[in-house]
C-alpha cells in the first residue's frame, strides 16, 4: 500500500484542478491526429494537460517559464509537486522548455497548437493579442490545428490590454488560410471554476473556444483577384452548419453530395465545399450569381466566390428555382435555411415545397430544415403554423431526430410587421415512400 501511495504521489494532481478530458477527446477527434503526431502547449503550467496527451503516445513540446511550477514547491498557498515530476517515467515524449514561448524563437511546426491557458495570462501580458496569436499561428503545419480558449470582455483575472470581445478571435484567421472546425462563444451563459493560483475562490467566466485547420499551400500558380475580401452580405455562416459539418464527417467515412436550396451568395455553400463536401445549389437572382449592389450591400456574387476560394471542383451552381425544377438526383444531406419563406416560392404551396425535398434525400440521409412560423396564423405560402412542419412527415418514412419551434420573435430575420418567429427540423430518412397502385395518381399529383 505504501508503495502505491509513493507511486501516486509523482503523478499528483495539478494545482489548477482535473483536465477536461470531454474537450481533449472532441479535439483529437475533430483534428484528427494520430498518435506520434507532435503538439505545442504554451503555458503548461504544471502539466494540467500535458499528461493526458503524453499518455496516449503523442510527442508533446511544451513551455513554462515558472520555475515552481516545474521543479515543484509552493505558488500563492497552493503546493505543486511540479510538472518534472508529474511526468517522471514517460518524458520521453516530453520536450520542456524553462521561458517564455513568445519569446523563444520557434522554428518547429506541429500537427497541433494546444493553446487552453496562454492568450491572457499575466505574464504574457507584454505582448498583444495579436502578436500572440501570430506566434502561434506560425507554429502550425500545413493542414495542422489550433484550438484557443479564452476568456470575453472585461473579465476579473485579465488586463484591459488583454480583452478579447465577442466575434474579435475569428478576425485573426483569413478564411483562405483557416477552415473554422469548431466555434463557440458562450458571452451568456457563464462557465463556473474552482479555486487555483490565480484565483483562490470559486469564480466565473465567459468563455469563447474555436478550432482551425490551416490550408495546405498550393504550389502551383493561380491567379487571384488580392483585393477580394469581402464574405457573403448575409454574413457568416451560423455555428449549426459547422456543427452539421463535424456530424457528418464523423457518421461518414466517404465522400458526400449536399444540396443546398437558394444559396443566396454562398453564405451556406463556402463551408460545406471547404470541407471536401460535393455541393449542388440553387439560386436564381442574377446580381447574387454574377455580382452587383442588391439590398444596398455589394456582393462578388456566387460564382466569383467559389472560383476565389478555389472551390469549383467542389460545387455545381444551378440558376434556376430549385422548386420549379426538376432534380431526379439523391443527397445525403439537404440544408435549409431562408428559403420556404422567400416571396419568388409563395406560388408554391408549402406542402409541395417539403415534399420536393423530402424526394431528394437518399435513404439513410438526412434534411435539415430552418423555417419560418406565425402567430397570427396567417395563412400563405411563405409562413407555417405551428405544429404544421411535424405533419409533413410520414413517420413510417421518417425519422425525426429534432423538432424546436420557437416562442420567441427573432428580430434577426423580422425585417417587416409580420410578427415572424422561427422553426428548425432535422429528420432522417429510412426509406423511399412506396407508391401503390390505388394511389398511382394522387402520388404523381403529390410526389416528393
Given at each position: 500500500?505504501?508503495?502505491?501511495?509513493s507511486?501516486y504521489a509523482?503523478k499528483?494532481?495539478?494545482?489548477?484542478?482535473?483536465?477536461n478530458i470531454?474537450v481533449l477527446n472532441?479535439?483529437?477527434?475533430?483534428?484528427?491526429?494520430?498518435?506520434?503526431d507532435k503538439?505545442?502547449?504554451?503555458?503548461?503550467?504544471?502539466?494540467?494537460?500535458?499528461?493526458?496527451?503524453v499518455k496516449?503516445?503523442?510527442?508533446?513540446t511544451?513551455y513554462?517559464?515558472?520555475?515552481i511550477?516545474i521543479?515543484?514547491g509552493c505558488?500563492?498557498?497552493f503546493y505543486t509537486?511540479?510538472l518534472?515530476?508529474?511526468i517522471?517515467g514517460?518524458?520521453?515524449?516530453?520536450?520542456?522548455?524553462?521561458?517564455?514561448?513568445?519569446k523563444?524563437?520557434?522554428?518547429?511546426?506541429?500537427?497541433l497548437?494546444?493553446?487552453?491557458?496562454?492568450?491572457?495570462l499575466?505574464?504574457?501580458?507584454?505582448?498583444?493579442i495579436a502578436?500572440?496569436?501570430?506566434?502561434?499561428?506560425?507554429c502550425v503545419?500545413d493542414n495542422?490545428?489550433?484550438?484557443l480558449?479564452?476568456y470575453?470582455?472585461?473579465?476579473?483575472?485579465?488586463?484591459?490590454?488583454?480583452?478579447i470581445?465577442?466575434g474579435?478571435?475569428k478576425r485573426?484567421?483569413n478564411?483562405?488560410?483557416?477552415?473554422v472546425?469548431?466555434?463557440?462563444?458562450?458571452d451568456?451563459?457563464i462557465?463556473k471554476?474552482?479555486?487555483h493560483?490565480y484565483n483562490?475562490?470559486?469564480h466565473y467566466?465567459?468563455v469563447?473556444t474555436?478550432?482551425?485547420?490551416r490550408?495546405s499551400?498550393?504550389?502551383?500558380?493561380r491567379?487571384v483577384?488580392?483585393?477580394?475580401?469581402?464574405?457573403s452580405?448575409?454574413?457568416?455562416?451560423s455555428q449549426q452548419?459547422?456543427?452539421?459539418?463535424?456530424?457528418?464527417?464523423?457518421e461518414y467515412k466517404?465522400?458526400?453530395?449536399?444540396l443546398i436550396?437558394?444559396?443566396?451568395?454562398?453564405k451556406n455553400?463556402?463551408p460545406?465545399a471547404?470541407?471536401g463536401?460535393?455541393?449542388?445549389c440553387?439560386e436564381?437572382n442574377?446580381i447574387?450569381?454574377?455580382?452587383?449592389?442588391?439590398?444596398?450591400?455589394?456582393?462578388?456574387?456566387?460564382?466569383?466566390r467559389?472560383?476565389?476560394y478555389?472551390?469549383?471542383?467542389n460545387?455545381?451552381?444551378?440558376?434556376?428555382?430549385?422548386?420549379?425544377h426538376?432534380?431526379?438526383?439523391?443527397y445525403?444531406?439537404?440544408?435549409?435555411?431562408?428559403?420556404?419563406?422567400?416571396e419568388?416560392?409563395?406560388?408554391i404551396?408549402?406542402?409541395n415545397k417539403?415534399r420536393?425535398?423530402?424526394?431528394n434525400v437518399r435513404?439513410g440521409?438526412?434534411?435539415?430544415i430552418?423555417?419560418?412560423?406565425?402567430?397570427n396564423?396567417?395563412?400563405?405560402?411563405?409562413l407555417l403554423?405551428?405544429?404544421?412542419?411535424?405533419?409533413?412527415f410520414?413517420?413510417?418514412?421518417w425519422?425525426?431526430?429534432y423538432?424546436?419551434e420557437?416562442?420567441?420573435?427573432?428580430?434577426?430575420?423580422?425585417?417587416?410587421n409580420?410578427?415572424?418567429?422561427?422553426?428548425?427540423i432535422?429528420?432522417?430518412?429510412?426509406?423511399?415512400?412506396?407508391?401503390?397502385k390505388?394511389?398511382?395518381?394522387?402520388e404523381?399529383?403529390n410526389s416528393?
Open positions: 500500500m505504501a508503495e502505491y501511495k507511486k509523482k499528483g494532481l495539478s494545482i489548477y484542478g482535473e483536465p470531454v472532441k479535439i483529437i477527434e475533430h483534428s484528427s491526429i494520430k498518435p506520434g503538439i505545442l502547449i504554451p503555458n503548461c503550467q504544471d502539466g494540467i494537460d500535458v499528461l493526458p496527451l496516449r503516445k503523442y510527442n508533446i511544451c513554462e517559464e515558472n520555475s511550477l521543479n515543484g505558488i500563492d498557498n509537486i511540479g518534472n515530476k508529474r517522471e514517460i518524458n520521453k515524449k516530453v520536450n520542456l522548455f524553462n521561458e517564455n514561448f513568445y523563444h524563437n520557434v522554428n518547429e511546426k506541429y500537427n497548437v494546444l493553446a487552453i491557458r496562454t492568450l491572457q499575466k505574464e504574457n501580458n507584454k505582448y498583444s502578436n500572440k496569436i501570430k506566434k502561434l499561428k506560425s503545419k495542422g490545428y489550433i484550438y480558449t479564452y470575453l470582455g472585461d473579465d476579473h483575472e485579465i488586463s484591459k490590454r488583454q480583452i470581445m465577442k474579435q478571435i485573426y484567421f478564411s483562405k488560410e483557416w477552415n472546425i469548431y466555434y463557440r462563444e458562450n451568456i451563459r462557465t471554476h474552482n479555486k493560483p483562490k475562490k470559486e467566466h465567459n469563447g474555436i478550432l482551425v485547420q490550408v499551400h498550393k504550389y502551383h500558380k491567379v483577384n488580392r483585393t477580394y475580401r469581402k464574405g452580405i448575409y454574413g457568416d455562416a452548419v459547422y456543427d452539421y459539418i463535424n456530424f457528418l464527417k464523423n466517404r465522400i458526400l453530395d449536399i436550396v437558394d444559396a443566396n451568395d454562398g455553400v463556402i460545406f471547404k470541407n463536401f460535393n455541393v449542388t440553387y436564381d442574377n447574387l450569381l454574377n455580382g452587383g449592389l442588391i439590398n444596398n450591400k455589394k456582393t462578388a456574387g456566387l460564382k466569383k467559389i472560383k476565389d478555389n472551390l469549383e471542383s460545387v455545381i451552381v444551378n440558376e434556376s428555382n430549385y422548386y420549379k426538376k432534380d431526379v438526383n439523391k445525403d444531406f439537404i440544408y435549409i435555411e431562408n428559403s420556404l419563406n422567400l419568388k416560392n409563395n406560388g404551396s408549402m406542402k417539403v420536393q425535398l423530402m424526394a435513404e440521409g438526412y434534411l435539415y430552418y423555417y419560418n412560423l406565425s402567430i396564423l396567417k395563412k400563405d405560402n411563405s403554423d405551428y405544429g404544421e412542419m411535424k405533419k409533413y410520414d413517420l413510417e418514412s425519422n425525426i431526430l423538432i424546436c420557437r416562442n420567441e420573435i427573432n428580430y434577426c430575420n423580422n425585417k417587416s409580420d410578427d415572424k418567429k422561427i422553426g428548425y432535422l429528420a432522417k430518412k429510412k426509406k423511399n415512400r412506396i407508391v401503390h390505388n394511389y398511382y395518381s394522387i404523381i399529383n416528393y
